[in-house]
């Protein structure tokens, strides 16, 4: 049994709570790629994150098929997982080639120096600590008011 006091507590608390943000039917068949390009990164949301230290955090997906290497100079961390088929990515500080296939998680730290590549096709979902560059524009929209199950 809740006491007054405590009850008017946890309804404070209620107002304090933020809803979700949810995209809807974000996935790879919204994601062309640019005409003449085998990679392309696809922002679907960024926000001024209320931490500690405030950075901006934005996610999305990457898609590659076969063709040239994509080299990629971090001057912030991202962490890639790839959810369906392989991207290959060449660390320049080690040397080695790294065949990263479903459920596998890679961590870029600043100033890391990779190549990605392909020999079929890979998509990845991707979070980083930098500004939205350009919304993917077909994810633009597919955002809802509140999450709801």
């Given at each position: 049994?809740?006491?007054?006091?405590?009850?008017?507590?946890?309804?404070?608390n209620?107002?304090?709570?933020?809803?979700l943000?949810?995209?809807?039917?974000?996935?790879?068949?919204?994601?062309?790629?640019?005409?003449?390009?085998?990679?392309?990164?696809?922002?679907?949301?960024?926000?001024?994150?209320?931490?500690?230290?405030?950075?901006?955090?934005?996610?999305?997906?990457?898609?590659?098929?076969?063709?040239?290497?994509?080299?990629?100079?971090?001057?912030?961390?991202?962490?890639?997982?790839?959810?369906?088929?392989?991207?290959?990515?060449?660390?320049?500080?080690?040397?080695?080639?790294?065949?990263?296939?479903?459920?596998?998680?890679?961590f870029?730290?600043?100033?890391?120096?990779?190549?990605?590549?392909?020999?079929?096709?890979?998509?990845?979902?991707?979070?980083?600590?930098?500004?939205?560059?350009?919304?993917?524009?077909?994810?633009?929209?597919?955002?809802?008011?509140?999450?709801?199950?």
């Amino acid at each position: 049994m809740l006491l007054k006091g405590q009850l008017v507590s946890q309804l404070c608390n209620l107002s304090n709570l933020v809803p979700l943000t949810v995209i809807k039917g974000a996935s790879h068949e919204f994601i062309p790629l640019p005409q003449g390009e085998n990679a392309t990164t696809a922002d679907f949301h960024s926000i001024r994150t209320k931490t500690e230290s405030p950075a901006h955090f934005t996610s999305g997906f990457y898609k590659i098929e076969a063709g040239p290497a994509r080299p990629a100079h971090y001057n912030f961390e991202e962490t890639k997982y790839v959810l369906n088929g392989q991207i290959d990515v060449l660390d320049e500080a080690t040397g080695i080639t790294h065949h990263l296939v479903p459920g596998d998680f890679a961590f870029f730290h600043v100033g890391s120096k990779v190549k990605f590549s392909t020999k079929s096709s890979g998509f990845a979902f991707y979070a980083v600590t930098r500004p939205v560059r350009a919304p993917h524009p077909n994810l633009v929209g597919r955002e809802e008011d509140k999450a709801r199950l």
